[in-house]
């Protein structure tokens, strides 16, 4: 089986990218590293789909640019949630599993739905409670929850490949550079 051709995303990435950042050269907090890197190209992508799919008519006016504002307000959240559960899902996802990089990355992707969760939930709840935004609390809860699964069921078919090749390209690329 061939391995993939990494060397020249292992070279880009230590001199220009995720390489040149803290701790990067620790495999756990790369993969964090991955995982956000992950998360803002499924973003892009989402964002740039949304966009051409208004100006080639499939989706009604509008609407790219909704879900195009959506992919931008949605990545605050998405990106730092997916460098913590990157690292997290690393560190404790057994590493002699069969396809590990590919199954640390579907199992990222999904973790990081549900940390993204949980952080916009605290987020709201916590402006609820304190009166900043208007809302009781419960209800900010339940907002929370309805943003997390409309943001679900919009990106969902970006993600999980985006989040799976990433985890299969980083896996490799680390596994050269043993």
């Known amino acids: ?30 993969a964090g590293y991955a995982a956000a890197s992950a998360a803002l190209a499924a973003s892009v992508l989402f964002a740039a789909t949304a966009i051409g799919g208004e100006t080639v008519g499939l989706l009604s006016s509008n609407d790219g640019l909704v879900w195009f504002a959506f992919a931008g307000l949605a990545a605050p959240v998405v990106i730092p949630t997916a460098l913590v559960v990157g690292v997290v899902v690393w560190r404790l996802l057994p590493s ?24 916009v939930t605290l987020i709201l709840t916590t402006a609820a409670a304190l009166g900043l935004s208007g809302a009781d609390p419960v209800s900010a809860a339940t907002i929370s929850f309805g943003v997390v699964a409309i943001g679900f069921m919009i990106t969902w078919w970006v993600a999980f490949p985006v989040g799976v090749v990433s985890g299969a390209v980083y896996t490799a690329v680390v596994e050269e550079s043993e």
């Open 96 to 119: 002699d599993i069969p396809f590990f990089g590919p199954v640390a990355g579907l199992l990222g992707t999904l973790g990081t739905y549900v940390g993204s969760l949980i952080a």
């Open 1 to 30: 089986m061939r391995s993939l051709p990494t060397d020249p995303l292992h070279r880009a990435c230590t001199r220009y990218g995720p390489g040149r950042l803290p701790g990067a050269d620790r495999p756990d907090v790369g």
